[in-house]
């Protein structure tokens, strides 16, 4: 079954703690996002990366980090300088084909306790 | 800086009436727009892009540039289309994807 797969589906982290978002692709897509959802705000962008071993900051990176040494996958750990890390995440792909849009995973609820 | 506005939280309208989901851009190169749609306990998925200048599930949006807007329009609402609505925009550089604050369509019987 092709597609985007992220887990865990339901996260709980202790303040404090780091904890590490998992986002698997085999679309055998180049570039790779990272959003937070949370309400009332829409989608926005934390991470992206377009190609293997090289990743850019989106509008909301502070307290997050990012890898991506192989192709289709692109973790995202939230840190705990992360201020209010309480939210849902949602990981996307995208082809380099014209006209290709983005496609996203289900996404990871993750709760601060 | 590029910024994607949907004014409205929620929108109510009755099955077999117009609807029509407001999106307004900024952005100061040329944009690409999108749709997407989230119904319930699903991903998010591609509803219509403007380039393709199609009609999905009866939904059409027109990109105007001068008033920056590309709307989402369905001349008679199902009671199926009840979900959450997005508009993006797509950077030319960078690739990078903005949205909006989402739409909650409501489409009662």
Redesign the interface.
């Known amino acids: 079954d092709g597609g985007i797969t992220q887990s865990p589906k339901y996260l709980f982290r202790k303040e404090g703690q780091n904890v590490t978002l998992s986002c698997e692709q085999n679309l055998n897509h180049d570039?790779m996002?990272w959003?937070r959802q949370d309400p009332?705000?829409?989608?926005?962008?934390i991470y992206?990366s377009?190609i293997v071993n090289d990743f850019?900051k989106?509008d909301i990176a502070e307290g997050y980090s990012v890898s991506r040494e192989k192709k289709e996958s692109f973790p995202l750990t939230v840190t705990s300088a992360q201020k209010n890390p309480t939210a849902f995440y949602?990981c996307?792909s995208?082809g380099?084909s014209v006209?290709n849009?983005?496609?996203?995973?289900?996404?990871s609820w993750l709760t601060v306790v | 800086a590029q910024r994607?506005t949907?004014p409205e939280?929620l929108l109510s309208v009755f099955k077999g009436a117009p609807v029509e989901l407001k999106c307004n851009y900024s952005y100061s190169g040329s944009p690409e727009l999108?749709w997407y749609v989230q119904y319930s306990r699903q991903?998010?998925?591609?509803l219509l892009?403007h380039?393709?200048r199609e009609s999905i599930k009866g939904f059409t949006a027109d990109l105007n540039k001068g008033e920056t807007s590309f709307h989402l329009k369905k001349p008679f609402a199902q009671e199926e289309d009840s979900a959450m609505y997005?508009c993006a925009l797509?950077t030319n550089n960078?690739?990078?994807?903005?949205?909006?604050?989402?739409t909650k369509l409501n489409v009662k019987p």
């Open positions: 570039a996002y959003y009332g705000q829409g989608l926005r962008l992206y377009q850019q989106g949602l996307a995208r380099f006209g849009t983005i496609y996203f995973g289900e996404g | 994607v949907q939280k999108f991903r998010l998925q591609l892009r380039i393709s997005y797509r960078f690739n990078k994807f903005y949205f909006g604050s989402g």
